[in-house]
């Protein structure tokens, strides 16, 4: 193989490389102590939890994990949602994120995204419990206000919830005034595109010097 063909198939690696960011964990309460319990069945309530994002730039959602009890004797299936925040409650929907079927007792389900994009400085709510026939699910929550974060997201300190079809979402008036629920968030950070821009020029333009020299080099036999 030529220098000039190593020197190109390394710039192509480092193209791939920076165009496919690793999924983290960029923000997650699930280590705090469980001392509360929302009301999310699917049937009567919906139970809503924040979090805002910080200046470190675009982020792609991956996923979110809830941890639920059910109580019931059989478990049902519950929805999550990610919405916009509208004046400090949760406003227009941004993604369904599907439904997943809970077990009785505890469990911490995982739902997935189609990668909605997250905006840096920028509040989302996700709202459990807006699908199912109702089986005694709840949103195990927290009297902590300490989130882990290794870009500096926050995960809002009040909780709030509605009654299927009202639209009125109100803040919980049981447990301490900061309670939340709980939820670890997984994203990757979507590159900035005059990085992108920047590497795909140089791979052009290492191919272009690789095919002049090629060219010159059969010019000169």
Known sequence: MSLSKAVVGASLIVLLASSSAHAIVVVSNLSDSLDVDFTADGTHFATAGSFTTSAAGTYRLNSVSIPMQVNATAGD????RLRADSGGVPGA???DLGSKFAPQGHSLQLYSSTGSIL????????TLGETGDGGGQQWNG??????????SWTIGDQ???????????????????NSSPQFAVDASPVPEPSAAWLA?????????LTRLRRTTLGRSC
Do not use: H, K, R
Request: proline share 8%.
């Open 77 to 80: 299936t519950t929805g999550l």
């Open 93 to 95: 929907l941004i993604e």
């Open 119 to 126: 905006s840096p400085n920028t509040t989302y709510w996700l």
């Open 142 to 151: 927290t009297d902590s206000t300490v989130e882990s974060s290794p870009i």
């Open 159 to 177: 909780t709030f919830d509605t009654v299927i079809g009202s639209g009125i979402w109100n803040q919980v008036n049981f447990g301490p005034p």
């Open 200 to 208: 795909i020029s140089g791979c052009g333009s290492l191919l272009l």
